[in-house]
């Protein structure tokens, strides 16, 4: 996952915590309204419009797995780096686009299979720009980039016309970017879909091979399970937290679950960012039957 903008906070604050799975239950059942989840038995918030901030890359990957299937895209084919680069917007992701630079230890070109790596794992926000340009996905799903440049970079046009401007100039601006509350304000209001949209698309990425390869990159880490593979794209903006995970054990058929968190105060949506206590509440979700019991009923 990756945040807009680092804040960094120096006062203390009373707002509840997100350090661990019991207290993601209790944030969820504190707050329904502000929550989505999607999984076999559940279905909160399912058809409601939802920031998912980097989780949205799903669509995009939807996209790539199809264009490779078709023969419309080879995985191989190049792509200049300047091009990528030219759709990065510094200091807006987390640092997402150097890392992928170093990890791909890239040259002039890269290939289109890296390019979706980058989108995935390192949740680089040019890459997916860029794929959405090239693939054609505008009235599928919007432009991040082009919307920080609408809200924060001054463009007084369309996001996609924002988007193109600045990746056509070939020329990186650092934005200046305003505080926690007006930076959520705007995450609450871009990268939506239905959760229910989500988890179906996912549900069809657990069976494709293409897919799979890039959802299932935290299987090749160390200290990887050996008993649980799980594929995953999560995603932050100031005040969002959301996942988009499947898990699958030997014998048994793929487990989605969609989880959006929004509008949450800036001290609760920082320890959530710290702790990763989000997707540890998806795994139990997945795999303890009596603990998803107790969040079904938390959200009735």
Not at 246 to 255: C, I, L, R, S
Request: net charge positive; glycine share 8%; with cysteine.
């Amino acid at each position: 996952m990756r945040i807009l903008a680092t804040v960094v906070s120096l006062f203390i604050t009373t707002a509840p915590p997100l350090d661990d799975v019991e207290a993601v239950l209790a944030y969820v059942k504190a707050h329904p309204g502000d929550v989505a989840l999607v999984t076999s038995g559940i279905s909160h918030n399912a058809g409601a419009s939802t920031p998912f901030a980097s989780a949205i890359k799903i669509v995009h990957l939807e996209a790539y797995a199809k264009a490779v299937k078709t023969g419309k895209l080879k995985p191989g084919a190049q792509i200049p780096v300047a091009t990528w680069n030219a759709y990065h917007l510094p200091g807006t992701d987390g640092g997402a686009h150097e890392a992928a630079l170093k990890r791909l230890k890239v040259g002039a070109t890269v290939t289109f299979d890296q390019l979706v790596s980058a989108m995935i794992e390192e949740s680089d926000n040019a890459a997916a720009d860029l794929l959405r340009e090239k693939l054609g996905l505008h009235k599928k799903v919007s432009t991040i980039n082009g919307e920080i440049l609408r809200a924060f970079g001054g463009c007084a046009t369309d996001a996609d016309t924002c988007i193109r401007t600045y990746a056509a100039a070939g020329k990186q601006v650092q934005l200046p970017l305003p505080g926690y509350d007006k930076q959520a304000a705007w995450a609450d209001t871009v990268t939506r879909n239905r959760p229910a949209v989500l988890h179906a698309t996912l549900s069809r990425l657990a069976g494709d091979k293409v897919a799979r390869k890039h959802l299932e990159w935290p299987m090749r880490q160390p200290g990887a399970s050996k008993d649980l593979v799980i594929g995953t794209k999560g995603g932050a903006l100031p005040g969002v937290i959301t996942e988009a995970m499947y898990t699958v054990t030997p014998g048994q058929k793929p487990k989605v679950t969609v989880f959006a968190l929004r509008r949450l105060p800036e001290q609760t949506w920082f320890s959530g960012l710290e702790s990763y206590a989000h997707q540890q509440f998806m795994l139990r979700l997945a795999t303890d039957r009596a603990f998803h019991e107790r969040v079904r009923a938390a959200l009735k």
